[in-house]
């Protein structure tokens, strides 16, 4: 099983990213999938997880600024992310989850310049 997140980049406040995140090795179509962040010194947060019938819960950092999709049939999880504040310079994780399994991805560097 394989997570592989790209995407990441550097932006100017006020910009936006797109993140996407490529999953392979089983279907995920029953998972949870979604993105945490971790900024340097800090513990890693949800931004968004959303389960297998759509529903999604956001971290309220992200709300109204930032949106998940994924594509079951080609096992993708995306992330647009607007509105971009310094603050949100972190390295963004893919993840699935499904009862016991809790996968990741390897982590991509989102820097927001001021």
């Known amino acids: 099983v394989q997570l592989q997140a790209s995407g990441g980049g550097l932006v100017q406040a006020g910009g936006s990213l797109r993140l996407s995140c490529a999953a392979s090795?089983?279907?995920?179509?029953?998972?949870?999938m979604g993105w945490f962040r971790q900024a340097p010194g800090k513990r890693r947060e949800l931004v968004v997880l959303?389960?297998?019938?759509?529903?999604?819960n956001y971290g309220d950092f992200a709300k109204g600024r930032f949106t998940v999709s994924r594509d079951n049939a080609k096992n993708t999880v995306s992330l647009q992310m607007n509105s971009l504040k310094p603050e949100d310079t972190a390295t963004y994780y893919c993840?699935?989850?499904?009862?016991?399994?809790?996968?990741w991805g390897q982590g991509t560097l989102v820097t927001v310049s001021s």
């Open positions: 993840n699935a989850r499904l009862d016991d399994d809790n996968y």
């Open positions: 090795g089983r279907a995920f179509s029953s998972y949870a």
């Open positions: 959303m389960t297998s019938g759509g529903i999604t």
